[in-house]
Every structure is written in C-alpha cells, then in structure tokens.
C-alpha cells in the first residue's frame, strides 16, 4: 500500500479567492492537502518576502481541511509551510487557480508562480495553474478538469528537479480546449499607463493600469496557445544568465 | 558636441540609503541624473508592483539634484519613471548601490536588481550595483570607483537589447579587487529559519531568517569571483522557460 501524497497548496489572491477553492477541491481527491495561503491578495507581488516585518499564521479548519492563512507573500506562505508547519517536504506544490493570466511576462509579476519558483528551488515538483480571466466569478469548471490531469501526471511522473510548471487555461468550455501544448515563454511587454487622479485635499496619486502587447510571432509560445484554445505548460527554472551574451561583457575589465 | 547622457537611478534600500546616494554621487559626474527611487526600505520586494493600491511621488530637489520619492516598489519606480516623470527614455538606467549581495540566487528576491530588470525590459540598458555588507554604515569607497568605471563602460558601448547586469562587489577596499570577472549566476539557496517568538498578548509570530548555502562548486560563477576578491557581473534576460527540458513534458498531452 503506497503511501497517500502529501499536496501543498498556496496561491496568491488569498486563501478565500474562488480559484484556490476550485484547486483544493481537485487536489483532494489525489492526495493528502496542506494549504498554506495569503491572507489577503497578493497579487503581483513577485518574489517578494517579508524581512522587515513579522509574519503571522492562522490555523483553521475548513470542511475538514486543514488550512493556513499567513500575514505574508506567497513565497512566504512556502518558506513557512516548508519550514515551519509541514511534517515532511511535500510530493507535489500547487498554486491557483489564478484568476487571470501567467504567461509570457506576467510570470515575472505573478505571485502565483513565484510561490510556485520558490518550490522549485526546494527542489519540490510544482506547478502554477492560471485561468486567462480576472473576474472573481471566472468560471473553474474547465479549468478543474485541467488540473486535475495535470496534477495526476505529475504525482506519476518525476519532474526534473528545478523546474516548475506555469500552466494556463484558455477561457473557455472544456470541449472547446483543443489539449496541452508545451511551450517556450512569448516575448511580450505591458505598456503602462498612469491613472492620474486627484484625492479630495488635491494631492495627486496615480492608479498603475496597461496594456499587454506581445511581442513574439512564434507559434511554439505559451500565447499563441493560449490564443488557439491549447492549456499553455512552460517548464521554468530559475537561472537568469544570459549565457549567449556573457562574451560580450569580457572587455569590461579595467577600473 | 554630444547631448549629455540621461542616467536614471534607483535602488531598493530607499531614496536616504547611503548606497544610493554614493550612486548618485557618481552618476552625476557621468550624464543628466533623475532620481526615482522608494520613500522607504523595500528590500526583498523582487519584482512586485502595487496594482491594489494607489502611487504616490513627492518631487524634491536635494544638493541641485531633482529626486523622486515614490510611495511603492522599485518595479513601480522605474514604470512611473518611464512613463510619466522622465521627458525621455533615459540612456541608462543604475540601481543601488545595494546594502548587501544580490549574487546568486539573491537576485529573485532583490528590488534592486528587480528594477534593473524592468529597465531591461523597457529596453533600457540597465545596472545593478551590490556591495556585499548589509550594513548601514557599509564603506562604499570602492564600490564608487567599481561604479564609475563600469557606467562609464555602459555608456560608451551599447549593450544588448533585454539584457540587464548584475554587478557585485567584494567588501574589501579598492587596491585588494582584483579585477572584473563576467560570471553565470551560482547555484545557491537560502536555507531558511523561522524565529518563533511570542507578542505581550501570547500570540505566535516569525521573524524570516536564514543561512545562504552555494550548492555550486564551478569557478565561472559570481560567488566564485566574489569570494576571490573579483567583482561579479552577471548579465541577465528575464526568460525563464526551461528550454532544454520541453520534450520532457510532451507526453503530458491528454486531460
């Protein structure tokens, strides 16, 4: 008799979000759950942690599901439940749903896959899952079939250590999804614009708002995929050299 | 006669931090300088942007020299530079100097060098700066003379679209460096602590800590150079697609 896998759950919209209710519910079925989440939304918050203020964790108890809600970033919610609250490393890290788009340069932002990075670095298997809708009432049910899928392949099959999965699901009903395509991460960019408004004394503040604009006219990138209906799956990993340039720089050497 | 170059500065220890203003020091002697940088310490905030909240920017002029104090992140620092303070995309975007190394694997959790990245993104030749002492009162002595010659190298040949460099430099004074090394970025972890403490009402709470721990033996790396006593520049590009590990995923095709 195998022993039951031990599933970390976090996201980072916060332990309430609808899309981390869908998730929990999925990874149930496969395994014991853990879920290690924002007290609030921490949306693009990047890699951010905490070190200069405390951290704080709530314990409780939802539907018979252990849960805990912590004071921090995502990627904080795993270095504790790392480090602090699970009673082994974990077989799998799931973070998601998120309500709206990771790929391409959102991953940069994205609290959601960096909480799934930071499993990577523990050498932990992980993946993000990511629906290309922002609404608090996005629809999940497509999405729950995904990562269902998605999850049992990779409880079989050992990830290569290091790398994590940012996988996104199109918007659309499951008999609409055409299936999984692995894919390199689209050049794109967000064009900001400042939302430049006055508070009632006068002072000027600013809303960040912009515009995504791809780049890339590839076919093998996570937004074509995303753009023909494919579940978009990058492998990611950490190493940010630009191996290719690292010549260029060698003449740099007097001071 | 040649336009004088615009030289955006920022960092992530906050606009007071000594380390940026021994930056700004320098770059005024190089180009036109603006100052756009964090009304307080936002170290370890990575790549986030406050999409939440609002942004506030207070104007100010300090020794002749126009600065920014912005309300949020670096990340949010360079978008407001960019799109609504400077009057034109600067030649060269500096951050730091960094109270402590981003080398390794620092670099995921670094505002500074989070900063530079979106500069590289904006297509924005763009440098990190990093002594390697967290301390307030760290001597920045050699880290000018470091800088210097390195802007100065930045500004005379132009560097590769997307790419940004990470630039460490060993605590030591100017005649014990030995040099320039162009490194990859080390293999390394934060391997992390929890201080577990109690408030006056008897609750739990953390203090984030830990032990950084190179997992990388190669004599090419930037932890490497630094422990020689070299300066370590790394260029970096935000892709982060596995690429050598796409086929593994390809079977992973039916939901």
């Excluded at 994205?110 to 629809?139: R, W, Y």
């Excluded at 395509?181 to 050049?187: D, I, M, P, S």
């Excluded at 600013?206 to 023909?228: H, P, R, V």
Aim: hydrophobic share 40%; aromatic share 6%; net charge negative.
């Amino acid at each position: 008799m195998s022993e039951a896998k031990l599933i970390l759950v976090c996201n980072d919209d916060g332990i309430t979000a609808p899309g981390i209710r869908s998730l929990i519910k999925v990874a149930r079925d496969l395994g014991d759950v853990v879920v290690v989440a924002p007290d609030k939304p921490q949306s693009a918050m990047g890699h951010a942690i905490t070190i200069n203020s405390t951290l704080r964790v709530q314990k409780m108890v939802v539907d018979g599901q252990t849960e805990y809600a912590c004071s921090g970033t995502p990627v904080d919610c795993i270095k504790l439940a790392v480090n602090k609250i699970l009673p082994r490393k974990p077989d799998l890290l799931i973070s998601g749903i998120n309500h709206g788009s990771n790929a391409s340069i959102n991953v940069i932002y994205s609290g959601t896959m960096s909480a799934a990075m930071e499993g990577a670095l523990e050498k932990i298997p992980s993946i993000g899952f990511s629906l290309t809708n922002h609404s608090i009432d996005a629809n999940f049910e497509a999405s729950e079939k995904v990562a269902r899928s998605i999850i049992k392949n990779a409880l079989l099959h050992p990830m290569p250590a290091g790398v994590c999965l940012n996988v996104n699901i199109p918007d659309v009903s499951i008999d609409l999804i055409k299936g999984i395509k692995v894919c390199r991460q689209a050049e794109a960019i967000w064009q900001e614009e400042f939302d430049e408004r006055k508070d009632p004394t006068g002072r000027t503040y600013y809303w960040l708002t912009g515009e995504f604009k791809n780049l890339d006219s590839g076919t093998d990138t996570d937004i074509w995929a995303l753009e023909n209906n494919y579940v978009s799956i990058v492998p990611c990993q950490f190493d940010i050299t630009a191996h290719q340039h690292l010549n260029f720089f060698n003449d740099w050497q007097s001071f």
